[in-house]
């Protein structure tokens, strides 16, 4: 590992004193939490990514590009092209070097992919793509939407890009859950401009109620997958997933973790010119026989398509730029993702004996069989590090096998790697150590790489409870005393945000806390358990509006006895204070109308509402009393700015 003042790294220590096969590579230096290390970047124009140039065939009747026939319901696969890199035009320059993070990188390369519609829904990783697209959105032509929910923001990307329009969807990990009801019709019936997904998965949980993995829903989707293994991949990577969208006529996934979002790299980034604007009569949905229509008669042939699709893809990702391959030997480190980098930072701390092969594989999905084989073929074990399932560990099994290569797989079933939360260098140089016989260094740091934004968060942690003045406070103290007063333990009910510091002293009021809106429904089922119990729902004001005004009607529907307590500080607080629909201010900072959650009670035939503001004790023990004296469904509103606004 290198020193902060050490600059410099010598021709033959390229990628960690393995010689590297990739040519014209540029030094980038790297910042992760608790040191620094260089590594090798890409071929110039690798890193700078793909630029999209030049007008695409026009389509009429929804023709595949590069076909020239309708595909109608069947159709057949187009050709899939080969990756031709477009020459920067004469007179760009690329920026000098400059401290970029993932995030930015990869919006960087959406603003030159031309997108022109981004949608999402706040949550990290993820935000800070879309956040920084708003920043430039005027600039750009770019129109940017923070969407109720994450499968609303997802059929607004997939309309856009059926009519012309280059869609990107920012969401995390569990947001693409939400998403995937209407995801996994979309897979079948393909899309006509590039349409993108960037996920954010969470390793350890920083900001997340679970760690899942999605690129085990990418496999289930059926739909292209990439992550970039390194930060100076990041825009290249955003430009060749909308161009192989486009050309394929399919949404392709580009994978993030937390720890690439927040990871900078010096790097040179090209120009952020974007293509021209499609002409206004091209923006149009182009009727088509069954073209756009999921319906069971085309299932079967729309399944095949999308298979032979995938054959395709599965050839080109071989020949991927952003995949790399290293070194010889008889063992080698299989690093998928942007674990790539973090197998660099733990190889550069260790001095290793003798050659490691290595393949840092950016192609999830198709995973490609002619690129792995191959590296598989010379060596007698190799170690799979990737976050945060074993999913590549159990593709190359399965592939190994099938090709007949004789090879041991070490990983996260093997108990080299383990199977939980972001991999700490410490343990990545363990697990290598291990693999290889040897003796990890003893002075690797134990931060995570997902270190914090540089920028110190207004937002303090949540073991720290609820801010000094929030309103939250007043208003469960209130509860608290109103169940005080008729002997009554309350059953609380909460949806991630900040309801979840109410678990913490000096409150410790919450019992329940699971997925975004679900807690309407969670306390619906409690209430019909528990007819004595004082259930208390309590979605925040952008909860409310994602999925918890189902949940609402649902019980207004079957007529539930319990409490719905809306708590509207007018903003999403905790995933950076976006503005929710109670304020009827958009993303790009338009005012309109406030969407107010008492204005449905109507409609639902709710007949108890009170709206209160936790500065007025009164009025705020006035509506609980009510509120716990009615035998029905109750709506309760609880409207005070938060603290932080």
């Not at 187009?78 to 993070?101: F, K, M, T, W, Y």
């Not at 899309?191 to 899942?212: H, I, K, M």
């Not at 159990?394 to 090709?403: H, L, P």
Request: charged share 20%.
């Amino acid at each position: 590992m290198r020193g902060k003042g050490d600059e410099s790294v010598p021709d033959d220590r390229r990628c960690g004193g393995r010689e590297d096969t990739r040519s014209r590579c540029s030094r980038v230096a790297v910042r992760y939490g608790g040191f620094r290390v260089w590594r090798v970047g890409r071929p110039l124009e690798t890193a700078l990514g793909l630029r999209r140039c030049g007008a695409l065939p026009k389509r009429a009747c929804g023709a595949h590009v590069g076909s020239g026939e309708c595909h109608g319901c069947v159709g057949r696969v187009p050709a899939l092209r080969p990756n031709a890199r477009c020459r920067i035009p004469r007179g760009d320059r690329v920026s000098e070097p400059q401290p970029v993070n993932g995030e930015q990188a990869l919006a960087h390369g959406a603003i030159r992919a031309g997108v022109r519609v981004v949608a999402g829904y706040p949550g990290s990783p993820s935000t800070a793509v879309l956040t920084g697209l708003l920043s430039v959105a005027d600039e750009y032509g770019i129109y940017v939407e923070w969407s109720v929910n994450e499968k609303v923001a997802f059929e607004v990307c997939w309309g856009a890009a059926i009519s012309g329009l280059r869609s990107l969807l920012c969401v995390k990990g569990v947001g693409l859950n939400v998403a995937l009801d209407t995801v996994m019709a979309v897979n079948l019936a393909g899309t006509r401009a590039g349409c993108v997904l960037v996920v954010g998965d969470d390793p350890s949980a920083y900001r997340s109620q679970n760690e899942q993995d999605s690129r085990l829903l990418g496999q289930f989707a059926e739909l292209p997958m990439i992550e970039a293994t390194r930060v100076a991949d990041g825009c290249g990577v955003m430009e060749y997933a909308f161009e192989l969208s486009e050309r394929i006529e399919m949404p392709v996934i580009v994978r993030e973790v937390r720890s690439f979002g927040f990871t900078q790299a010096d790097i040179a980034l090209p120009p952020a010119e974007a293509p021209p604007a499609p002409a206004p009569a091209d923006v149009t949905l182009e009727r088509a026989q069954r073209r756009w229509i999921a319906s069971t008669s085309n299932v079967i042939p729309r399944h095949r398509q999308l298979h032979e699709k995938l054959d395709g893809v599965e050839s080109e990702f071989c020949r991927s730029p952003f995949n790399g391959v290293a070194g010889k030997g008889t063992v080698g480190i299989l690093a998928a993702g942007f674990c790539g980098s973090k197998v660099d930072a733990a190889l550069d701390a260790m001095a290793l004996p003798g050659d490691i092969a290595r393949l840092d594989l950016a192609t999830l999905l198709p995973m490609p069989s002619d690129l792995v084989i191959p590296f598989l073929d010379p060596l007698d074990r190799v170690l799979i590090v990737e976050e945060i399932e074993p999913y590549v560990e159990t593709r190359v099994k399965a592939m190994a096998y099938d090709a007949g290569v004789k090879v041991e797989v070490c990983g996260k079933q093997s108990g080299h790697l383990p199977r939980e939360g972001e991999l700490l260098a410490a343990q990545i140089a363990e697990g290598v150590a291990t693999f290889l016989g040897t003796t990890p260094p003893a002075d690797l740091p134990i931060t995570p790489f997902s270190a914090p934004p540089l920028k110190p968060s207004l937002i303090p942690p949540v073991s720290d409870g609820l801010c000094e003045g929030c309103p939250y406070d007043p208003t469960f103290r209130a509860l608290g005393a109103a169940l005080e007063d008729v002997g009554a333990r309350g059953v609380i009910v909460a949806d991630p945000g900040c309801a979840v510091r109410l678990m913490v002293p000096p409150l410790e009021m919450l019992d329940v806390k699971m997925a975004m809106g679900s807690c309407v429904g969670i306390a619906a089922g409690i209430a019909r358990s528990n007819p004595e119990a004082c259930v208390i729902a309590c979605p925040g004001d952008s909860g409310f509006f994602h999925s918890a005004l189902l949940g609402l009607a649902n019980a207004a529907y079957n007529r539930v006895r319990m409490i719905v307590l809306v708590l509207d500080n007018l903003t999403t607080a905790l995933s950076g204070c976006q503005p929710s629909p109670t304020t009827g201010r958009t993303a790009a900072g338009v005012d309109g109308a406030p969407l107010l959650p008492e204005k449905f009670a109507d409609a639902l035939n709710i007949d108890l509402v009170r709206v209160f503001d936790p500065s007025d004790p009164l009025a705020t023990r006035g509506a609980f009393a009510d509120a716990l004296a009615h035998d029905d469904l109750s709506l309760l509103v609880m409207r005070s700015p938060c603290i932080l606004l």
